[in-house]
């Protein structure tokens, strides 16, 4: 009789959100090193999201946010334009939100030579 509470508990208690999207590519991607510098940042996401800000920078200096346009559309694929770079090593901060309401982020940083 135990046995049967435990398994009906079980299948009823409700199952654990797994809607994290996750990145699966950048362009440029994460520690590469690319020549020319790129104009643009590409991400691709496995699921829609929404990104609410996108911050960009020199590695060890402040970040600045970039112009992510239309933040208010849940897309699985963005592209946000860069400024024009020159050599050195640069990183870019992502945040956004999935459709169930969940904040995700990651770091990208990538050496243009």
Request: hydrophobic share 40%; glycine share 8%; charged share 20%.
């Amino acid at each position: 009789m135990r046995i049967h509470i435990i398994m009906i508990a079980a299948l009823l208690s409700p199952l654990p959100s797994y809607s994290q999207s996750v990145l699966q590519g950048s362009e440029p991607a994460n520690q590469s090193v690319v020549s020319p510098a790129p104009k643009a940042l590409d991400l691709t996401f496995e699921s829609p999201i929404r990104l609410s800000s996108v911050r960009f920078g020199v590695a060890g200096s402040d970040l600045a946010d970039l112009d992510i346009g239309k933040s208010g559309e849940f897309k699985q694929e963005h592209s946000v334009n860069l400024y024009r770079l020159g050599k050195g090593v640069f990183v870019i901060e992502w945040r956004g939100i999935n459709k169930n309401r969940e904040e995700i982020q990651g770091k990208i940083e990538f050496t243009v030579e």
